[in-house]
C-alpha cells in the first residue's frame, strides 16, 4: 500500500532557474460529509463529492531560483494586488508540506490568486485555492524530477492540496471524487482523493447545483474550530460509521441511477453535519431563518411536482440545489420565482459537476 513516505521527494535537480505556471482548481461541493479530522488532516471518515466546473480559484505562480534558501519566501496577490492578510496561511501550507517537497526553499515565488466567484460571497475558497497552489507545486516538482509519472503527479497534488485543507484534495481530479478509506472504494486513502472508481449512471451526468447565497457574513465557526468540535461528541463514533454506510450506498445510487435514494442520502447528511454542530459543545446553529424557508419551498416544489430537486448544505448558512440537468429550465424558474427572495442581494451562482484543475 501506498505511504505518506512515497511523497518525499528527495532526488531532484535543480536545474531550472525561473519560469511560471497557472492553474485553475475548482471548488467541490460533498454528498457525505468529511467533519472531524485527525492529526495531520487525516479524516475520521470517508467522504464523496461532485467537483464543480464555474467556481475555481486561478492561480499563477511564478518561480525565481535564490542564494538563501533558509526560509520560505514568497509575495502573495490577490487580482493582481499585494494581500497581507492571506500570507500566514500560506506560510502554514508550505510548513506543512515542506517535508514532502523539500526544494521549496531554493526558490522565490510570486503566487497571484484570483476566483471566479464573488469574494465574500460566503463561499469558501479554501477547497479551490489550496488545491490551484498545490497544482502549481507539482508543475514546479515535475520539472525537477522529468520522469513522474501523471498517476504520481495528480496523487501528490491532492495530497498536498489537503494539507492546505481537507477538502481541498477532492477538488483535483475527477467528476465525483473519494476521499478516505472505504471498504468498497477501491484505493481509497486518508492521504489524497481519488475519482469514483465506477461508470456513473447518465441521470447523474451533468448534474445541476445552484448555490443560493443565504448570508454572506463572515464564517461564525472556522472549520478548523468545527472539525474539533468532534473532539468528545457524544455522536461522533456512530456518525463516522454512520458515513461509511452512507458511502457504501451513495455508491451503489450513482451506478445505478436511483435519483430518489440520492436525494435521501444526500439530504440527511447535509443535515447530520449541522445536526453535529447543534449537538457538539460548544453549540452552534449556522443555518439561518432564510435557510430553512428555502429547505421547506424546495420540499413543497419536489412533492407538487415531482420534480427530483433536492439541497445539501456546507457548514454555513446558503443551500446548494442539486438537480438533473434535464429539469434545468424549470427548477431555475422555481429558484427565480420562489427562492431568490431569500438570499441575500437575490444572488445565487448556477453551477453543474466538472472535471478538476486544469493548467492554462
Ligand atoms: C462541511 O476542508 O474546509 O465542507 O480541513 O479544516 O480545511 P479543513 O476543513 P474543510 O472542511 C469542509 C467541511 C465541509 C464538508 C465537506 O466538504 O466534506
Redesign the pocket.
Known amino acids: 500500500m501506498i505511504s505518506e513516505k512515497d511523497f518525499i521527494t528527495s532526488n531532484y535537480t535543480l536545474s531550472v532557474d525561473n519560469g511560471d505556471f497557472i492553474w485553475s482548481a475548482p471548488s467541490?461541493?460533498?454528498l457525505?460529509?468529511?467533519?472531524g479530522?485527525k492529526d495531520k488532516?487525516i479524516p475520521a471518515n470517508p467522504?464523496i463529492?461532485f467537483t464543480l466546473n464555474n467556481c475555481k480559484t486561478i492561480t499563477k505562480m511564478a518561480f525565481a531560483k535564490k542564494e538563501n534558501d533558509r526560509d520560505f519566501s514568497f509575495d502573495l496577490l490577490f487580482e493582481g494586488k499585494p494581500k497581507e492578510d492571506f500570507k500566514p496561511k500560506i506560510q502554514k501550507f508550505l510548513e506543512r508540506i515542506f517535508e514532502y517537497c523539500p526544494y521549496l526553499k531554493d526558490f522565490h515565488f510570486t503566487i497571484d490568486t484570483e476566483n471566479t466567484f464573488p469574494h465574500s460571497s460566503g463561499i469558501?475558497s479554501?477547497?479551490s485555492g489550496?488545491a490551484a497552489l498545490a497544482m502549481n507545486i507539482m508543475s514546479l516538482e515535475k520539472k525537477l524530477c522529468p520522469e513522474m509519472t501523471d498517476d504520481f503527479f495528480f496523487q501528490k497534488a491532492s495530497l498536498l492540496a489537503?494539507l492546505?485543507?481537507?477538502?481541498?484534495c477532492?477538488s483535483v481530479k475527477g467528476e465525483v471524487v473519494v476521499?478516505g478509506n472505504h471498504a468498497e472504494i477501491k484505493d481509497s486513502s486518508d492521504l489524497f482523493g481519488v475519482e469514483f472508481p465506477s461508470a456513473v449512471h447518465a441521470n447523474f451526468k451533468n448534474y445541476q447545483d445552484t448555490i443560493l447565497l443565504v448570508d454572506k457574513g463572515e464564517k461564525q465557526v472556522?472549520?478548523?474550530v468545527?472539525?474539533d468540535l468532534m473532539h468528545d461528541h457524544p455522536f461522533a463514533e456512530r456518525r463516522f460509521t454512520q458515513a461509511h454506510e452512507n458511502l457504501s450506498k451513495i455508491k451503489a445510487v450513482l451506478e445505478n441511477g436511483n435519483v430518489e435514494e440520492f436525494i435521501k442520502i444526500v439530504e440527511s447528511e447535509a443535515l447530520t453535519?449541522h445536526a453535529m454542530m447543534m449537538t457538539s459543545m460548544p453549540y452552534f446553529i449556522l443555518m439561518k431563518p432564510n435557510t430553512l424557508e428555502i429547505i421547506n419551498a424546495i420540499w413543497k416544489f419536489r412533492n407538487e411536482t415531482g420534480i427530483p430537486v433536492c439541497f445539501t448544505?456546507?457548514?454555513g448558512a446558503n443551500v446548494h440545489v442539486l438537480y438533473p440537468e434535464y429539469t434545468k429550465e424549470k427548477v431555475l424558474e422555481f429558484i427565480k420565482s420562489k427562492l431568490v427572495g431569500y438570499c441575500q442581494n437575490g444572488q445565487y451562482i448556477c453551477d453543474e459537476i466538472g472535471h478538476g484543475a486544469m493548467s492554462i
Open positions: 467541490n461541493i460533498a457525505v460529509k468529511y467533519w479530522k488532516q467522504s463529492s469558501a479554501s477547497a489550496m489537503r492546505g485543507s481537507g477538502s481541498a477532492r476521499w472556522s472549520s478548523t468545527g472539525h453535519l448544505l456546507d457548514a
